[in-house]
């Protein structure tokens, strides 16, 4: 065969190909447009059905749309979202709404959906809850939850094993348990991803493993993990009688430091220490910078753990050693301040600052595993402790939150369902 009859031969073939392409394109065209045809005519007679029940329903929607206000501040129309509305039969639960930005009385005790469960989670029955300072921000309308998260308040809970996921081997049904979440601890039930849940500490009641999940991973993070707190050292934190407080001082005695804490009356400074910490100041009495200096020979302490902000930030760092690391997880007295770097440089200072809520579950896995690891024996050996001001039931939350605003409280304040 000549060079000109294998070119015309391939021409062929092609327009062999390109005719089969064609026609197998019409073909696939054809079909499509039956199955949209098919789509379009359920989807009518689909609007028309709920057009009808819709206008059944027309005053039921009136009457109850301005009882759901806004969920955790977040406005609602009054209707349930798609997903919940595409959940038909799903069953209920009790869980605390916020109905609209503001005080405490504006959390109230609402019938709401259960939560769905997913794959990765755990569908929890909530023994008790633990109060954060956080929830107070969430019902001022200035802290909104994580997107994805339950709209509801509570970063930490207690309880047993309703349901797991598909994908969770870990954990079982009739688990006792506690865990750190995003969101919907104040509720019956709440869903969390499985890499968040802990066994409930032996020794420890159910109800009071709610007051250990927030404060042990924030501080076993903050202080130990990245600021490396070591035995010997010398560790100041400030509000010694919050929860964080307490857990702190319990957990770097644990550890083999030295630790400072102010407070804001006798009575707090007292059960600190009790508690075990060994320097105790009132804020509203002394100078906390030169009490830390006084008691360290001028040295300064190795670690501080601050909730307080801008209003402690520079004093926060003249108390610092050298080598010595702040760490921020709070701005009770503003977050705006202002830094002179040669103090930072000459002192070889490192600063940081973090929360939980916002990490990924990833994040907050690694960190619970780090919690079971190295503080969950301090609290099955009896080394450290739950303390608990005061218990409330879910339906009283507003008056749970208006004693955490009085800071008349040391530890934690917990709901129970």
Known sequence: MSDM????????????????RRAASKRAQRELDEQLGVAVALLEEENQSRRGSREGRASNVDRHRHSRGIVCGVPSSGRSSPRERKRKGATSMKA???TTPGGPEVLQLHEVED??????????KVEATALNRADILQRKGMYPPPPGSSPYLGLECSGTIEAVGKQVSRWQVGDKVCALLSGGG???????????????PP???????????????TVWSTVFMMSRLSAGETFLVHGGSSGIGTFAIQMAKYWGAKVFVTAGSEEKLAFCKNLGADVCINYKTEDFVARVKEETGGKGVDVILDIIGAE?????????????????????????????LRVVLSKRLTIQAAGL???SPENKAAIVREVENNVWPAIVAGKVKPVVYKYFPLSEAAEAHL???????????????
């Open 357 to 359: 809520r916002y990490r």
């Open 5 to 20: 009859e294998e070119v015309l031969e391939r021409q062929k073939r092609e327009r062999r190909t390109r005719m089969r």
């Open 96 to 98: 605390v709404v916020i």
């Open 203 to 217: 020794g420890v009641s159910l109800q009071d493993a709610a007051s250990f999940p927030e404060v042990s991973c």
């Open 403 to 417: 004693l955490m605003e009085s800071s008349k409280h040391i530890g934690k304040i917990l709901l129970l369902p």
């Open 312 to 340: 402690y930030f520079r004093r926060n760092l003249d108390s610092l050693s050298f080598d010595g690391r702040l760490f921020v997880i709070g701005t009770m007295g503003g977050a705006v301040t202002e830094i002179d």
């Open 115 to 124: 939560p769905e469960l997913k794959d990765n989670e755990v569908l929890i």
């Open 186 to 200: 104040y509720a019956e039930k709440v869903a969390v991803p499985a890499g968040q849940v802990l066994l409930a």
